[in-house]
């Protein structure tokens, strides 16, 4: 269990990878020996380096160098294809392979604790950095997440990857996939789930190789790569101040999180990070991410204060873009898939819905007998007492992150159309058939502006409700906030049905509209939820006066039932808390939840 008493909460942003340099390898694959069934109808893999050498920034203002080395784990023949579910928060996380045998797909169960979360594949990188003398000043191992940054490494490869950008950080996350596709290359740097290192400045050589327990259980070659380190320090204050800064830290550190360059060819990534505070200044190391590409990863921490990347090319549309390529190699140069046909959990679903209707729904209202979205509702989390800041001096407030998601088998579509010169708009929801065809609409509330720090965007209503039960589950305390846009900004399970791995609103600036807008549509796609953290308005508790003990946070969606769903009976998800304290110095002591220790 966790206790926490803090003013301000800082949650730190995952960074991105670096993009895959312009890589121009030639790699020899090792053949599996007999005993490994996985080689032979699973992919070739290799550890490669991009470049013999590299060039680290160690940052004054930050705690070390962050070790992207710039090596890559390559995919021929099939793709490196992993599943990574838990059937429930009491279950532990368990991973499958998709192997091939006659070009169909087979679900192949890896030993148990070959993963232990959803972050990546532990202990996978195995890194040692020696001095000019020879001496050994770095021994350690890192985490290899396969959706981290990558790119192609040859030509006749598939133009884009139909894995998702990145792995989810959510601590209540139930199912994700991870993939390097075959022909591309998958960055091996562990980025914001590692740490970084005290080097001082000068030359290193650093030797990255695959833990042997990875080379056995996939069939990777102990090939080991080699890699020149040259470390320079610099200071923010250095160039041109603090658009230097802004600059080099969108541009030097790598990990899971946001990333630009073009077309998985750039270098642009942004360092680590943390959530300004309610009222925090944002800092250099803060600013908002490059584009992404579709081909680097484009992880959004959720409703915050922080600018997201702008989204990657519409999944629909790369599916396009790749068909045509295949089309012209010819259907067996395309290798195996495993289909695009609805109900499909490979990311090749085309999701529906994408661009906002023209005008208001005609004809009568109805709600047809097609698949509708399954609105759920995560265990809140990042629980921590914030106190009223300058604002609102004597208060004591419990903040916390909450998310709902969609469990499918078809998305959440919400279009809010404004009559001129009204202050709200009016909300339907829409439903559609599986080739995407609009079939029925439904009246569904309202849209309102929100004009407040960290919002300044349109809201539906009564999307989801935040209350305070006492021990006995009676209400003790409820949220005023009740208004949400809906953005994609976390992928929950992306092995239920119907799920798109490459959601097209993932961030505030797709999906919630400008102050003069007329119309607004926003989408919750399946498999991927949306996060609103403890640092905003409204994502608290007034505690002032709430006495100590123990309580419960509830996390309700779509508490007034208007929007239609497959299951009504699923919403509402509860996170113990035990408050303590003092006015002014409460605590929040926040138990486990069931396998789930994270406050």
């Not at 080395?69 to 499958?96: F, I, M």
């Not at 998709?98 to 679900?107: D, L, Q, R, S």
């Not at 610099?234 to 630009?260: I, L, Y």
């Not at 209202?365 to 509708?372: L, M, T, Y």
């Amino acid at each position: 269990m966790t206790t926490t008493r803090t003013n301000r909460l800082r949650r730190p942003l995952l960074a991105g990878t670096t993009a895959v340099a312009a890589m121009a390898v030639t790699a020899g694959f090792m053949a599996a020996s007999p005993e490994q069934a996985t080689a032979a109808t699973g992919p070739k893999l290799s550890l490669v380096a991009a470049t013999g050498s590299v060039t680290l920034t160690s940052w004054k203002e930050e705690p070390g160098v962050y070790l992207d080395l710039g090596t890559y784990l390559t995919a021929e023949g099939t793709p490196l294809e992993l599943k990574v579910t838990r059937k429930s928060y009491k279950d532990p996380v368990v991973v499958t392979q998709t192997v091939y045998e006659g070009g169909k797909a087979k679900a192949k169960t890896l030993p148990q604790g070959t993963v232990k979360d959803f972050s990546g594949l532990p202990g996978f990188a195995e890194i040692t950095l020696t001095d000019k003398a020879g001496k050994k000043v770095v021994s350690r191992t890192e985490s290899f997440c396969p959706n981290n940054a990558s790119g192609r490494i040859r030509p006749d490869a598939p133009a884009t990857s139909k894995y998702p950008e990145s792995c989810p950080t959510n601590p209540f996350t139930l199912g994700s996939v991870w993939g390097v596709e075959k022909g591309w290359a998958a960055n091996t740097y562990g980025g914001s789930y590692t740490q970084p290192v005290k080097l001082a400045a000068g030359t290193y050589t650093a030797r990255v190789g695959v833990a042997k327990k990875y080379r056995d259980l996939f069939g990777i070659a102990d090939k080991p790569a080699t890699v020149k380190v040259t470390v320079q320090e610099r200071s923010w204050e250095d160039g041109n101040g603090v658009s230097a800064a802004r600059s080099a830290a969108a541009g030097e550190h790598a990990g899971h999180g946001t990333a630009g360059g073009h077309a998985g060819h750039g270098a642009a990534h942004q360092a680590p990070a943390a959530h300004a505070g309610h009222h925090g200044p944002v800092k250099p190391s803060q600013a908002g991410a490059p584009e992404t590409s579709g081909a680097t990863p484009s992880y959004n921490v959720g409703h915050g204060p922080l600018k997201a990347a702008p989204p990657a090319l519409p999944w629909a549309l790369k599916k396009q873009q790749q068909a045509a390529l295949a089309g012209a190699r010819g259907a067996d140069a395309a290798g195996p898939r495993t289909g695009d046909a609805t109900g499909q959990t490979d990311g090749s679903r085309k999701a529906p819905a994408l661009v906002p209707a023209a005008k208001r729904p005609t004809g009568k209202a109805s709600v047809p007998d097609v698949p509708k979205p399954d609105l759920r509702s995560l265990p809140a989390y990042g629980i921590t007492i914030s106190d009223g800041t300058e604002n609102i001096p004597g208060k004591d407030y419990l903040a916390f992150s909450a998310n709902v998601w969609n469990a499918g088998p078809a998305q959440l579509v919400v279009d809010g159309f404004r009559s001129p010169g009204k202050a709200k708009m009016d909300a339907y929801q829409y439903f559609y058939d599986a080739k995407g065809k609009q079939v029925g609409y439904t009246p569904t509330g309202t849209m309102e502006w929100d004009p407040r720090p960290g919002h300044v965007h349109w809201h539906f209503t009564d999307f989801a409700s935040y209350r305070l039960l006492k021990a006995d589950k009676k209400e003790a305390v409820r949220s005023g906030k009740e208004a949400f846009c809906l953005a994609n900004t976390d992928a929950v399970d992306y092995t239920v049905k119907n799920a798109n791995w490459h959601p097209f609103n993932t961030d505030l600036a797709t999906a919630c509209g400008q102050e003069n807008s007329i119309s607004v549509r926003e989408v919750l796609d399946v498999g991927s939820g949306d996060t609103y953290t403890q640092d905003l308005p409204g994502q608290s508790f007034d505690i002032t006066d709430v006495p100590n003990g123990t309580y419960y946070i509830q996390v309700l969606a779509n508490p007034a039932k208007r929007l239609k769903e497959t299951d009504l009976d699923n919403n509402s998800a509860l996170r113990k808390v035990v408050l303590g304290g003092k006015p002014g110095k409460r605590t929040v002591t926040v138990p486990a939840h069931d396998l789930v220790n994270a406050n």
